[in-house]
């Protein structure tokens, strides 16, 4: 837990003083609302497509991070130094799926309110889909933090790490799809069938961080 806790503790201070990835994440869901406002020349939203909208909007942005995640262990021997060290290196994929989390919590703080805005979509629907975004951080983060690391040694890395990773996701995406579109529509949030839809997410989260897990130190040696 030691060095999970410094391993991430590094990452949040680096961005902090970098920015380099949350003003990019938050830059490119304003843009990305503004190209859907005009190009579906929609002032509201409800139902699937305000949750096709917002969906589609966080799983983009979220690539600008997971293909920066393991951008200093690259350039700076960071893996290198975590296989000398003797620590688990599992604590590595913990701590970069734990920043990814981090760093889409920060960007949906600031897409939800902004989706609200511009879309005429009420916060009492918001609110309940903001739980159901956390469960799909964890899948994203669980599944992002172990693509980079298989795709961050090619040169590559910008190309391969969608092209790995949003196919993973698909399951992701229709279970937050699901869970979401009651919540908003034109009546106001409903909660009718999200239990099945939370129980995909939930098992899916499960599995890529056991996969991600037991795999982790294999493909810190390769």
Not at 50 to 77: C, D, H, K, M, Y
Not at 94 to 110: G, H, M, N, P, S
Not at 142 to 150: E, Q
Request: glycine share 8%; aromatic share 10%.
């Amino acid at each position: 837990m030691s060095a999970f806790r410094a391993i991430l503790a590094k990452d949040l201070r680096v961005e902090l003083r970098t920015l380099e990835s949350l003003p990019a994440m938050a830059l490119f869901a304003l843009t990305s609302y503004v190209l859907f406002r005009f190009g579906l020349d929609r002032e509201t939203l409800s139902g699937p497509l305000a949750a096709g909208v917002l969906l589609a909007t966080v799983l983009f942005a979220s690539l600008l991070a997971v293909n920066r995640i393991f951008l200093a262990e690259l350039e700076q021997g960071g893996f290198d130094a975590i296989r000398l060290a003797p620590v688990d290196g599992t604590s590595l994929f913990l701590a970069k799926a734990a920043a990814l989390i981090a760093y889409l919590v920060v960007l949906e703080a600031i897409a939800l309110p902004t989706f609200s805005l511009l879309f005429a979509v009420e916060f009492s629907g918001l609110l309940p889909a903001a739980g159901v975004l956390l469960m799909v951080d964890v899948g994203i983060a669980a599944t992002g933090a172990l693509v980079s690391a298989i795709a961050t040694n090619s040169r590559a890395r910008d190309l391969l790490v969608p092209l790995l990773l949003l196919p993973l996701l698909v399951p992701v995406m229709i279970g937050a799809a699901g869970a979401i579109e009651p919540l908003l529509g034109e009546g106001g949030p409903s909660f009718e069938g999200a239990g099945r839809w939370l129980a995909v997410l939930g098992v899916y989260d499960v599995i890529f961080i056991v996969i991600g897990y037991a795999v982790y130190d294999f493909l810190l040696e390769d």
